[in-house]
């Protein structure tokens, strides 16, 4: 939340020097936001097969394209791209196909997105800037960004000294957002017709209750004789 300070969470270093250089990072296999050499940080939590995520790429480019040519920026406003629950192979992809030229790192097992109060969906963004040597959150903007100019602008604003007041946002998730409304007994209908056509016959399926807004089934399933569980 703003206000909040970015937690110490140990991130994996790029492993291109070029990103290294780019952040004013040593090569060494981990660092902390706060090693950055950075005033203001824009950090994008996001996911390769996130769609929105996707959408977000070309906005985020613009962005940092923006950053570099301007003077009073450039050196003073790095950006960041946290990819959560993927590993770097899926991120070199990523950035292989959307062209991303600011460094991606992984976060393969949730945990810096964990850290940061685990808000329910991505792309997350986050603008920090840095007071006595740490990190601090001043903007918080979940799902896509519409505008550049304007984000670039809200920037501008931090990095010269304006403050926003702390909120506590209660963010809707992009499930929450986009749920079609589908009932329980719709699902399990839905996965029986799938798996059917696949010969898999289902012995037994039940919803599993998390907190959160994931849906989760566990499935009895057999196929050729053989019985199995699967989730």
Not at 97 to 104: A, D, S, T, Y
Request: proline share 5%; with cysteine.
């Amino acid at each position: 939340q703003v206000g909040d300070k970015f937690p110490a969470t140990e991130l994996a270093t790029p492993e291109e020097e070029v990103y290294r250089d780019y952040l004013g990072l040593p090569d060494k296999p981990g660092f902390y936001l706060k090693e950055i050499k950075a005033e203001v940080m824009i950090v994008e939590f996001l996911n390769k097969y996130c769609y929105h995520c996707q959408q977000q790429a070309y906005l985020m480019n613009r962005i940092y394209k923006t950053i570099i040519k301007d003077p009073g920026m450039k050196e003073r406003v790095k950006m960041l791209g946290i990819g959560v629950g993927n590993n770097r192979i899926q991120l070199l992809h990523f950035r292989q196909e959307k062209r991303i030229p600011f460094p991606l790192i992984p976060d393969k097992d949730f945990v810096a997105f964990e850290n940061i109060g685990y808000p329910e969906g991505t792309p997350f963004t986050l603008i920090v800037k840095k007071e006595n040597g740490e990190f601090f959150v001043k903007d918080t903007h979940l799902g896509m960004i519409e505008d550049r100019d304007v984000y670039v602008n809200n920037v501008r604003q931090i990095l010269t000294g304006v403050t926003k007041a702390s909120t506590r946002k209660t963010y809707k998730s992009a499930y929450q957002t986009l749920n079609p409304g589908v009932t329980e007994e719709e699902i399990k209908a839905l996965i029986t017709k799938r798996l059917n056509i696949q010969a898999i016959k289902i012995e037994d399926i039940s919803p599993l209750k998390f907190k959160g807004f994931q849906q989760v089934f566990m499935l009895k399933v057999k196929k050729d004789s053989k019985l199995d569980v699967w989730f």
